[in-house]
């Protein structure tokens, strides 16, 4: 018998989970009372104090790119209720009149183990898009991966960064592309490239389209329809020669993996390994570390309802996941919620 549900049952098994009084209870819990919209970021008293006011100044269609799952969103969904039942277990008799926060990840120190994963289009979000991003992380001292659909130029970004940034890849059907991207990041000074793994092709979002629909006239004043449109938008395609290109994302196998592997000199991570037995091939295959991520429930319906700690327990199960990146004494990359934020824990 298959562990998996199907589409079907799995539905009634979450509903069934959510009956129980545990994952109410902690539901219940998680809620924050309710408060008026922010008047300025300094108001902000946690990270979801910004969404009613961003949700004012996007437009209804970059709200909708940012907030969307996949199909119904229901793996988005979970995901954050999930997030929502985790608990830390607490050491006493620690003193900790100095907190030393820093991690040393790859023979780097960051003062944060807060990671800042890689979001495409962040213009679309706010005019000032990934710089704004690299302003953030360069002052709160967080780790910048940035994405393969960046909207600013990945030098503009790592001048306002002022460190190495992390470069996140999505490989193209076009070999040419995928080697033109790498070459531009390891040109520009990237320790490590991110592989995304779990998106092979766009997922269907409905909230997406439903916004789409309602503003297309909109849309059309500012975006270029087709591929070259998108192109335009994205400027790691500069120069690339694109004429065989059919989509931003494509199927990575493990001979990608390894044309890669001898492409560049950078640490490879791969983000979205959901299996164990993943991960042990990650090991096999020599990769420097794992990100476990269902992406935040944007491209498939994977990982559901377990909570992250669990989750990449199952993921990791058996492989000892320090070892893909010797140096990192914290061992375990630690799937969250669904907002771009990724940590690292004991
Ligand atoms: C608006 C938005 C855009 C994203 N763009 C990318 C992207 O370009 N590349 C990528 O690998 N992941 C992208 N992601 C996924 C995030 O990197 C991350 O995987 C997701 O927020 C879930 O977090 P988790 O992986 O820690 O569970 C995006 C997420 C959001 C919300």
Redo the contacts with the bound molecule.
């Keep these: 018998m298959s562990y998996i549900p199907s589409a079907l049952s799995r539905r009634r098994f979450v509903e069934h989970l959510f009956r129980s009084p545990l994952v109410l209870a902690g539901t219940i819990a998680a809620q924050s009372p309710t408060s008026p919209p922010i008047e300025s970021s300094g108001d902000a008293l946690d990270v979801f104090d910004f969404a009613p006011s961003a949700q004012g100044k996007m437009s209804p269609a970059h709200w909708a790119?940012?907030m969307t799952g996949v199909d119904d969103n229901l793996t988005r969904d979970l995901?954050h209720d999930a997030f929502q039942l985790l608990q830390i277990r607490p050491r006493r008799f620690v003193d900790v009149e100095k907190i030393d926060t820093s991690v040393q990840i790859f023979g780097q120190r960051h003062p944060s183990p807060i990671v800042i994963?890689?979001?495409?289009?962040q213009r679309a979000f706010h005019s000032d898009g990934e710089l704004a991003t690299a302003r953030a992380a360069h002052a709160l001292g967080n780790q910048m991966i940035l994405?393969?659909?960046t909207t600013t130029p990945l030098r503009d970004v790592a001048r306002e960064y002022q460190r190495p940034l992390w470069y996140?890849l999505?490989a193209s059907n076009d070999w040419g592309i995928t080697k033109g991207l790498i070459q531009k990041a390891e040109e520009a000074g990237c320790p490590v490239l991110m592989v995304?793994v779990d998106?092979l092709c766009g997922g269907n979002r409905e909230t997406v389209a439903r916004a789409g629909r309602r503003g297309e006239a909109k849309c059309k004043t500012c975006h270029e329809p087709g591929l070259k449109g998108m192109m335009k938008e994205h400027p790691m395609y500069d120069g690339l020669d694109v004429s065989k290109f059919r989509g931003i994302t494509d199927a990575v196998t493990w001979q990608s993996i390894d044309r890669i592997r001898e492409l560049t000199r950078m640490k490879i991570v791969v983000?979205g390994v959901m299996a164990s037995e993943d991960a042990q091939l990650c090991v096999e295959h020599g990769l420097d570390g794992i990100?476990v991520?269902?992406?935040?429930g944007?491209v498939t319906h994977v990982g559901l309802y377990m909570g992250g700690g669990r989750f990449v327990h199952s993921a990791t199960r058996g492989v000892q996941v320090s070892n893909l990146s010797a140096d990192d004494p914290y061992g375990r990359w630690w799937?969250?919620?669904?907002?771009?934020?990724?940590r690292i824990i004991h």
């Excluded at 994963?117 to 289009?121: E, I």
């Excluded at 991520?293 to 935040?296: D, I, L, P, T």
């Excluded at 799937?335 to 990724?342: K, L």
């Design positions: 790119y940012l995901n994963d890689p979001v495409g289009s994405s393969t659909v996140q999505y995304t998106t983000k990100v991520s269902n992406h935040g944007r799937h969250t919620r669904w907002v771009g934020v990724r």
